[in-house]
């Protein structure tokens, strides 16, 4: 993914590494209450081999990132509002650790979850 040369060596960012930055980033963010997968194969496959990244997929074509992120939101807040909080923190997360522009977010709502009210 990014590639950077210097007099010691070269240091290369994996996509990987981007989702994992995302996907905790997201967990930190209001209103979400975790994260969901894409489609139900991508479901199995997470499941399978444990990967910490689950929804969310990063793209990157050698100048722009582009993150897709599939979150489920806590019943009773303002959809749009988590939505815009969580692109807001992963850019913000994103674009401090790498160093890197982001291109595009896109937050999708995948589901929403009632809190027990007891």
């Not at 930055?21 to 963010?29: G, N, R």
């Not at 990132?65 to 909080?85: K, L, Q």
Request: charged content about 15%; glycine content about 8%.
């Amino acid at each position: 993914m990014g590639a950077e040369t210097t007099s010691l060596g070269s240091i290369h960012i994996s996509p990987s590494a981007v989702a994992t930055i995302a996907y905790h980033a997201t967990l930190e963010s209001y209103g979400v209450v975790g994260l969901a997968h894409k489609n139900l194969a991508e479901g199995l496959a997470h499941t399978i081999t444990r990967v910490p990244t689950r929804g969310v997929s990063v793209d990157y074509d050698g100048e722009n990132i582009d993150i897709e992120i599939y979150i489920v939101v806590e019943y009773g807040t303002r959809i749009t509002s988590v939505a815009n909080s969580v692109a807001n923190t992963v850019r913000y997360h994103v674009e401090k650790a790498l160093g890197l522009r982001v291109n595009t977010i896109n937050v999708h709502v995948a589901g929403l979850r009632v809190s027990n009210t007891d």
